[in-house]
């Protein structure tokens, strides 16, 4: 069956623009994750959606960034004024139930890019 | 201090020579340990999953954990060209939302 996807897998933004990721999760996964992977920093943990609860925005680095989920399914992540320290790997996963006892499954990221 | 530690490498190794990759984790908490793998532009993909002390095996993979020194560790035996990426430790606590990742360790198998 189909992966997590992500779109675009590229872009390239001015400063100060905004831009919006997307990820399109595993059909029937509950909870969805966005982190950030910059280079030599690991992976961010930023948002995380399961079911209809309150999201978990513990991770998101400012007020620029917001995330929602429409439907329990497709994930938007917005960063508004975009900054060149913003620049890095947007990763999206899904697991089936939640929990960090379930296994993550990643799409293969948004390179970010501003300049 | 980072929740995981993670050396980043990169190492580079013959083909069929035994890898061991290392973290070390801060929080005694942690409960559930994993390894995933990262090609280059792809998404990490979970390679093993551990839950407890001691030693899982599977293929020529082996998973360690040490939660009384708080380490774990991956061993690839008989590495091969296609292990050539960058493998990330990651490890969470019951009931958090979060898993904690390693900054990845760079792996090259030289043919």
């Known amino acids: 069956g189909a992966g997590v996807s992500q779109s675009p897998s590229n872009k390239v933004t001015e400063k100060g623009k905004d831009v919006e990721l997307r990820c399109d999760p595993i059909s029937g996964h509950t909870a969805l994750y966005w982190y950030r992977q910059s280079l030599g920093q690991g992976l961010e943990f930023l948002i995380y959606f399961q079911g209809n609860s309150a999201p978990d925005k513990s991770g998101l680095p400012s007020d620029r960034f917001s995330a929602e989920r429409t439907g329990g399914s497709v994930s938007t992540l917005t960063i508004q004024r975009t900054q060149q320290e913003d620049s890095a790997v947007y990763l999206c996963?899904?697991?089936?139930?939640?929990?960090?006892?379930?296994?993550?499954?990643f799409g293969n990221g948004t390179r970010l890019t501003v300049t | 201090q980072k929740e995981v530690e993670q050396d980043p490498g990169p190492l580079s190794v013959p083909e069929g020579a035994i890898v061991s990759l290392n973290c070390t984790y801060s929080n005694s908490a942690f409960q559930y340990f994993m390894w995933y793998r990262q090609y280059s532009r792809k998404g990490p993909e979970l390679l093993m999953y551990?839950?407890?002390?001691g030693n899982k095996e599977d293929g020529r993979f082996t998973a360690q954990v040490d939660k009384s020194s708080k380490y774990i560790s991956l061993f690839i035996r008989d590495s091969q060209p296609s292990d050539s990426a960058t493998y990330l430790c990651a490890t969470g606590q019951t009931g958090a939302n979060n898993l904690f990742f390693g900054t990845g360790t760079r792996l090259t198998v030289i043919p």
């Open positions: 551990t839950y407890s002390s």
């Open positions: 996963a899904s697991t089936d139930s939640g929990g960090n006892n379930s296994p993550l499954h």
